[in-house]
């Protein structure tokens, strides 16, 4: 079941000086059927189930409203620190492809080699996959690249407190009920040296098939 409820000022203000990571250890183990909460820092908190990474991480709450894609999503290096909030109802269902290189020796299906995002939230994520480029789940690809994920939340009302709000800062905690009185600091990517992090740090070959 839904539950959504709101952080008081006491909560918020409580968080000060603390720090969450927003970024997880790759290869934890999933975190399917655990409870998970989607905490965004000026406003409601969420309830649903977690089938990602059994990790805890903040970042910066966005939405996405691409219909395909997730996979080209989650890897975007624009996304890096921000949670991914995909207004398709349902995600998964077509799996993860492998990361196989084109002609060009580029990713074929992947925008980076690595998710970027620092977490995702969905309506609801589709137990079974079906596509012939599939290797594994997306549960199993948010699991084996650290993602935490949490889904059975209302995605709507996250997007319209987005929308009229404005991107806010929010956390994904996998495990026990929400306690106000635990809660733990946001941190706020902007203050990171992003590009750094996603940035090429050694030259690469872009192949030119047929050339001489």
């Known amino acids: 079941m839904l539950q959504v409820r709101y952080l008081s000022e006491k909560a918020v203000a409580g968080s000060k000086g603390r720090t969450m990571p927003f970024s997880a250890a ?79 020796n580029l990713l074929k299906y992947f925008e980076s080699p690595h998710v970027q995002c620092a977490g995702i939230v969905v309506s609801d994520v589709a137990v079974n996959y079906s596509h012939w480029t599939a290797v594994e789940s997306l549960s199993e690809w948010c699991a084996r690249e650290g993602v935490p994920a949490i889904s059975g939340v209302d995605t709507r009302a996250i997007v319209t407190h987005l929308r009229e709000q404005g991107s806010s800062l929010a956390r994904i905690s996998i495990g026990e009920e929400y306690d106000a009185d635990e809660d733990e600091g946001f941190v706020d990517p902007g203050q990171i040296n992003l590009v750094k992090r996603v940035t090429t740090k050694a030259p690469f070959v872009v192949e030119s098939p047929g050339a001489s």
Do not use: H
């Open 26 to 104: 790759r290869a934890t183990a999933p975190a399917a059927s655990l409870p998970a909460t989607l905490t965004i820092r000026d406003g409601p908190v969420f309830q649903g189930k977690a089938f990602g990474a059994n990790a805890n991480i903040s970042g910066e709450a966005v939405f996405t409203t691409s219909l395909v894609g997730y996979p080209e999503s989650m890897t975007d290096p624009s996304y890096r620190g921000q949670i991914l909030v995909f207004t398709q109802p349902l995600i998964g269902n077509y799996g993860v492809p492998s990361a196989v290189r084109d002609e060009y």
